[in-house]
């Protein structure tokens, strides 16, 4: 079994910051590539930062400048520091990694339950 636990999410006035963390538990053999998505309501889950474990990183063009994302390979943990944050940045962050358990010969994609993140303006 894999698990991914988020923790960070909360409100916030606009300006302010945040920071979400995730981590994966269980039998795993080996981490790929980690990120966040998020879903707003009445809208589709999107991509809003991802990090490879050589630590290339990839954001939407909405949050660049403003969110950082960063792992520990160690510990099977990323992280996305939230600056600046906007009404439109509410939503639910969902944690999202590719990874091979333990005894298996393929990778695949698992999720956080996701964390709310509610700016207010």
């Known amino acids: 079994q894999v698990q991914l636990v988020e923790s960070g999410g909360g409100l916030v006035q606009a300006g302010g910051s945040l920071r979400l963390s995730c981590a994966a538990s269980?039998?795993?053999?080996?981490?790929?590539?980690m990120g966040w998505y998020r879903q707003a309501p009445g809208k589709q889950r999107e991509l809003v930062a991802s990090?490879?474990?050589?630590?290339?990183?990839n954001y939407a063009d909405s949050v660049k400048g403003r969110f950082t994302i960063s792992r520990d390979n160690a510990k099977n943990t990323v992280q996305m520091q939230m600056n600046s944050l906007k009404p439109e940045d509410t939503a639910v962050y969902y944690c999202?990694?590719?990874?091979?358990?333990?005894?298996?010969?393929?990778?695949?994609?698992?999720w956080g339950k996701g964390t709310l993140v509610t700016v207010s303006s």
């Open positions: 269980g039998s795993i053999f080996r981490v790929n590539a």
């Open positions: 999202n990694t590719n990874l091979r358990r333990t005894g298996q010969p393929f990778d695949m994609y698992y």
């Open positions: 990090i490879t474990s050589g630590g290339s990183t």
